[in-house]
Nanobody
């Protein structure tokens, strides 16, 4: 079993930055691909970013490409989502997820463990 806990969300003005963290405990987290998804009120959950278990490959949604960066921490049990130049449309609850099959998928259905989420609110 893997437990994921997100942190770092908050309220920020448009153009500002936040860094989200996802800390894992339980099994061998460093062997898992990781992803971030977000869900805004009244909308479906959408893919944000994913990173391979080695950290060598990353994928981003077009809407965040060039503004968000996903990377693994040195301790290997934490991943970080650096979000710069935030826009009001980035407002959502952000969830991290772990994929034990290492597919580095952009689809939520491929992820096995999920955190509870952290709220990000961007004011205009």
């Amino acid at each position: 079993q893997v437990q994921l806990v997100e942190s770092g969300g908050g309220l920020v003005q448009a153009g500002g930055s936040l860094r989200l963290s996802c800390a894992a405990s339980g099994r061998t987290f460093s062997n898992y691909a990781m992803g971030w998804f977000r869900q805004a009120p009244g909308k479906e959950r959408e893919f944000v970013a994913a990173i391979s278990w080695t950290g060598g490959t990353t994928y981003y949604a077009d809407s965040v490409k060039g503004r968000f960066t996903l990377f693994r921490g040195n301790a290997k049990n934490t991943v970080y989502l650096q979000m710069n130049n935030l826009k009001p449309e980035d407002t959502a609850v952000y969830h991290c997820a772990a994929d034990v099959h290492r597919s580095t998928s952009t689809y939520a259905r491929d992820y096995d463990y999920w955190g509870q989420g952290t709220q990000v609110t961007v004011s205009s």
